[in-house]
């Protein structure tokens, strides 16, 4: 069984991920595969560098992520550039873990934590699509906690992802977070129990 796990800022996914990593589950991050999808001597920096120009490139031979962020926040066309480069190489990475997991252990069930699982159209990865969801007000409120970011800034990314509803509109499983944490875990575990 594999499940790709999505939800917008703050509302959970990571804890929802953690916590089914501790149940047993095989977990993929894929803002982790996302940090390597480009590092250098991948086709994935060639064409970002080809795109974007060389100034893209740090002192380390890396892309500096703070350059290339500056030249797509705030241009949708750019941003699309980007992730049409991107979005591929997580997802290919992404498919490699899945096997290997796989391969490992089939009866293993398998995390793929993905924000953007949506909108990279990365279903075909998994078998169930299971959404964390949180009123936007508590999403503001949390991420402003934990982040120090301003509520602007967390309202600003909020409006740029897909809504609760949307999200919801693909999910087989929808996991609220508005409560308490001990709430949330007590859905996690009941889930979890399901697909045992």
Not at 57 to 85: C, H, W, Y
Not at 148 to 167: G, H, K
Request: aromatic fraction near 4%; proline fraction near 3%.
């Amino acid at each position: 069984m594999i499940i790709g796990l999505t939800g917008g800022i703050a509302s959970g996914k990571s804890t929802v991920a953690k916590t089914l990593g501790a149940l047993g589950a095989y977990s993929i991050d894929a803002d982790k595969l996302g940090h390597s999808a480009y590092i250098k001597g991948t086709a994935a920096f060639d064409q970002v560098v080809a795109c974007f120009g060389a100034d893209v490139v740090g002192d380390d031979g890396e892309v500096d992520r703070r350059v290339m962020g500056s030249k797509v926040f705030g241009n949708p066309e750019a941003l699309k550039q980007l992730t049409d480069i991107v979005w591929p190489a997580i997802k290919s990475m992404a498919q490699k873990e899945i096997d290997t997991a796989l391969t490992a252990d089939a009866s293993r069930p398998v995390v793929l934590e993905a924000a953007v699982l949506i909108e990279a159209q990365w279903l075909d990865l998994v078998d169930q699509v299971w959404v964390t969801v949180v009123e936007p007000s508590v999403a503001i409120e949390r991420a402003c906690a934990r982040d120090n970011l301003d509520p602007a800034a967390v309202q600003a990314r909020l409006d740029a992802q897909l809504s609760n509803d949307e999200r919801c509109a693909h999910a087989d499983q929808v996991i609220d977070n508005s409560a308490d944490e001990a709430h949330l875990l007590q859905q996690v575990e009941t889930l979890w129990q399901s697909l045992r």
